[in-house]
């Protein structure tokens, strides 16, 4: 493992203790900070009309939610499958966006998009397909915009990390890991969640890190005890897919909360994390 690390002279702990990444939506003035406090980003897996998105957005904001997540690209194994509404979505989830004031990150999947992207969004993601898209990589640490990385599915730990070093060696700081299940021989879930994952990064980077229960579960009943897990853990937040209506969904359906399990996710991930805050300073044993 060592010899393996010897190059990420950027991102690992060596360098710095802990980052905290401001992700922020200027014409708002409101803002996240990934590292500080635990952070909630919800929202559909697609963008689908403007009314189902609004909507959504609005019942995640209140029911605790820092930041809209929404894909308007999206990356699918079949080609027949819905592929996103591009333009259009981005100027709904911006629209949404200045309704609730909620901050936006989206899937960008080309690096000639990544420019034109980021005028409409406060947060790139490279999702699990693309992680080591390193074109890609390039591209979004060549921009201001934070930079939200997920591992890839038969991606190492330390494969992620170079990955996060592609970025920031490109001169962009502002990156948040994302656990997001890896593929096992287990086929009950969608992924396998390595929570694990979660410590072990925290071991080797000052990068924050979050957790996506709805891609490694994939299945909907599964999703709230995962999240609860990332928040004992010591995970910074997570990332998670909520439809107003997730049996009309056009993708993921099966992962999808409704508002009301997010809300009920909230209350419960905060109070691990309360509980966990009141322990903290004890000396383990």
Not at 222 to 233: G, K, N, R, S, Y
Request: hydrophobic letters at 40%.
């Amino acid at each position: 493992m060592g010899n393996d690390l010897k190059d990420l002279r950027l991102v690992s702990k060596k360098n710095r203790e802990k980052s905290l990444i401001h992700v922020s939506s200027s014409s708002l003035n409101s803002e996240v900070v990934f590292g500080k406090d635990f952070a909630f980003i919800a929202g559909p897996c697609s963008v689908e009309t403007e009314e189902q998105t609004i909507q959504t957005a609005i019942a995640v904001k209140e029911a605790g939610a820092h930041m809209l997540r929404g894909g308007v690209f999206k990356p699918r194994t079949s080609p027949y499958s819905f592929q996103g509404l591009g333009l259009k979505g981005l100027k709904i989830l911006k629209k949404a966006s200045e309704i609730t004031g909620l901050p936006i990150v989206t899937e960008v999947l080309d690096p000639r998009d990544v420019h034109w992207i980021a005028e409409y969004v406060d947060m790139l993601q490279i999702g699990a397909r693309n992680m080591q898209n390193f074109s890609l990589l390039r591209e979004v640490g060549k921009s201001n915009k934070p930079v939200l990385l997920k591992r890839g599915m038969n991606s190492t730990l330390v494969d992620l990390l170079y990955s996060a070093e592609y970025i920031l060696s490109e001169g962009n700081n502002n990156v948040v890991l994302c656990e997001r299940g890896i593929r096992t021989f287990e086929n009950y879930t969608r992924n396998t969640l390595d929570i694990s994952a979660v410590p072990s990064l925290k071991e080797l980077t000052h990068l924050p890190v979050i957790v996506d229960p709805s891609h490694a579960a994939g299945k909907n009943s599964l999703v709230i005890p995962l999240a609860q897990a990332a928040a004992a853990v010591g995970a910074d937040g997570i990332i998670v897919e909520v439809h107003i209506c997730p049996e009309k969904a056009l993708s993921d359906k099966d992962q999808a909360l409704t508002p009301q399990q997010f809300k009920y996710l909230v209350e419960n991930a905060l109070a691990i994390k309360k509980a966990l805050k009141n322990v903290e300073n004890k000396k383990i044993i």
